[in-house]
């Protein structure tokens, strides 16, 4: 199976020239490309600098970050066409006026036929749920609109690679889970995925979870297992946790009932406390 990343001992600091103090430490790791992962972290902790310089956004100090096989600093172009990246904010992306315009502002960059563009507007709305709206202008779209736009854009080019970092922060539940169904759908379609998250329970859709600590990576595993980390370990209850995980925690403490395979269905959570209550 091919990488859809690879870190090999990356440091990097933001303090030019500070070879000491790195605030990435020798990160290594290793994204498979049918991967739907979910980063997660305190603020703070490295998302979006990971993130940054697996986009070439920020030089790594040392070490070597990969794209499917293709070295960032030496392939970035290349690299663009098959690695997408969303903003947490729609508005630090989107550039034209119309819908199918910003849609089409990648296509251009990229000498795409006109008769091609047209026919990629219609799939990546159809994939985003946005058909309806294709001659709209973007200021008339709700911020859950406008994020599904901003994926929509990133698709044009059928990326292998999405990176999104928090695209659902600034959505209400609605919005979020209908954000959370378009890459369901994209993942499904064969596009590996990293989502940034503060939602811990976004991770009921991923198959890898990497948990990063102050700079480091300090968990990388299958959402099952974080699932059960999360339950039995104190040190993951300096998160925000969603109630579902602060009730299977207690249970577990408490009276040594471990939910994990059920955390994500709030009725059988209940039904377990019930029978203790
Ligand atoms: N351009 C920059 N120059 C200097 N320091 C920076 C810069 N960008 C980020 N930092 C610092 O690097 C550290 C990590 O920031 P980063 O944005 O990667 O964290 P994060 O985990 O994405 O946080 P959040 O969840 O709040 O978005 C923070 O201490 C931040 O202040």
Redesign the pocket.
Known sequence: MSKAVEFKNVCFS?IQNDDENY?LNNINLSIDENSYLALL??????????I?LMFGIEKANKGEIKIFDMNINEKAYEIYKIASLVFQNPDDQIVADTIELDIAFTMENYSIPSKEMHKRIDEVLEIVELSNKRKDKVHSLSGGEKQRLCIASSLVLNPKILVL??PTSMLDAENRMKVIEVLKKIHSMGTAIII?T?HINEIEHCNEVVF?DN?SISFKGSSDEFVRALIKNDEFHKLNMPINFKLAYELYKNKNVLIDKDIFNYKKVCESLWKYV
């Open positions: 933001y605030f972290g305190k603020n703070g902790s490295g998302k979006s600098t990971l940054k970092d928090e940034v503060h990063m700079g």
